[in-house]
C-alpha cells in the first residue's frame, strides 16, 4: 500500500541553523507531494507543492523542497531557522486510485524545536 | 473568501451520545475529507467523498459515519462515541484539475472533541 514516511519524530535546532526535515514516500509513479506546517493549537497551512517540472520548489517563509524520484523522497529545507518555525510539520501526497479518484496521505509528521 | 468552516469547534460529550460534526466548503470543490489527528499519529484519514453520493473510507473509519448529500456539505457522524474517538478533528476540501492532480486545498479550523 502507498505510504507516506517521515523518519524523524523531533528535531532539535539551533537558531540560525540550517534545517531538512525527511520525507518519503511509497508509490509507483510519481504523487503530488506537499508540506503543511501546523503552529501550536493551530490548523493546517501549505508551506509548498509539487506536482511536476522543477525538482526544487519554493514556497512561503523561505521554506524550499526538492523532489527526488531515484529516492523516492521529498524533504524540506530552511538556510536559517527562525524561533518561529518551531512548529509541527507534515509532509502529505496525494496520488490516484481506482481510475480518477485521488487519496491524500499524510506522514506522522516532525515536530521542530528551536533552541535560542 | 475560499474557505472550509467545521462547526462546533470544541465538544464534549459522554459516551453513546450521537453526535455530528459539519463541514461546509464553499469553493464547488468535488473533493473532501475528513483526518483526526493524535499526537504521535500525525494525520489520518476516516473517510473522504469523491463526488456528491460518493464516499469511501480512509484508514481509520470504524466507529465514523459521514454523507455528502450536497457538494458543499460533508458531516462526520459519531453514532455512538467512544472515549477513544476524543481527538483533534479536520475536515478538507480540495480542488482538482481533471487528471492534472490536487491544486488547492484547504483545510477547516479543526474540531477538538473530548468524549468522557
Known amino acids: 500500500a502507498q505510504s507516506v514516511t517521515q523518519p524523524d519524530i523531533h528535531i532539535t535546532v539551533s537558531e540560525g541553523a540550517s534545517l531538512e526535515l525527511r520525507c518519503n514516500y511509497s508509490y509507483g509513479a510519481t504523487p503530488y507531494l506537499f508540506w503543511y506546517v501546523q503552529s501550536p493549537g493551530q490548523g493546517l497551512q501549505l508551506l509548498l507543492k509539487y506536482f511536476s517540472g522543477d525538482t526544487l520548489v519554493q514556497g512561503i517563509k523561505g521554506f524550499e523542497a526538492e523532489f527526488k524520484r531515484s529516492q523516492s523522497s521529498f524533504n524540506l529545507r530552511k538556510p536559517s531557522v527562525h524561533w518561529s518555525d518551531a512548529a509541527e510539520y507534515f509532509c502529505?501526497?496525494?496520488?490516484?486510485?481506482?481510475?480518477?479518484?485521488?487519496?491524500?496521505?499524510f506522514g506522522k509528521g516532525t515536530l521542530l524545536t528551536v533552541n535560542p | 473568501e475560499a474557505q472550509v468552516t467545521q462547526n462546533p469547534r470544541y465538544l464534549i460529550t459522554v459516551t453513546g451520545k450521537k453526535l455530528t460534526v459539519t463541514c461546509s466548503q464553499n469553493?464547488?470543490?468535488?473533493?473532501m475529507s475528513w483526518y483526526r489527528q493524535d499526537p504521535g499519529l500525525g494525520l489520518r484519514q476516516i473517510y473522504y467523498?469523491?463526488?456528491?453520493?460518493?464516499?469511501d473510507k480512509g484508514d481509520v473509519p470504524e466507529g465514523y459515519k459521514v454523507s455528502r448529500k450536497e457538494k458543499r456539505n460533508f458531516p462526520l457522524i459519531l453514532e455512538s462515541p467512544s472515549p477513544n474517538q476524543t481527538s483533534l478533528y479536520f475536515c478538507a476540501s480540495i480542488g482538482f484539475s481533471g487528471l492534472a492532480g490536487a491544486e488547492t486545498q484547504y483545510f477547516g479550523p479543526g474540531t477538538r472533541l473530548l468524549v468522557l
Open positions: 467523498s469523491m463526488n456528491v453520493e460518493v464516499t
Open positions: 502529505a501526497v496525494v496520488y490516484p486510485i481506482r481510475g480518477s479518484n485521488y487519496k491524500l496521505t
Open positions: 469553493m464547488n470543490h468535488e473533493y
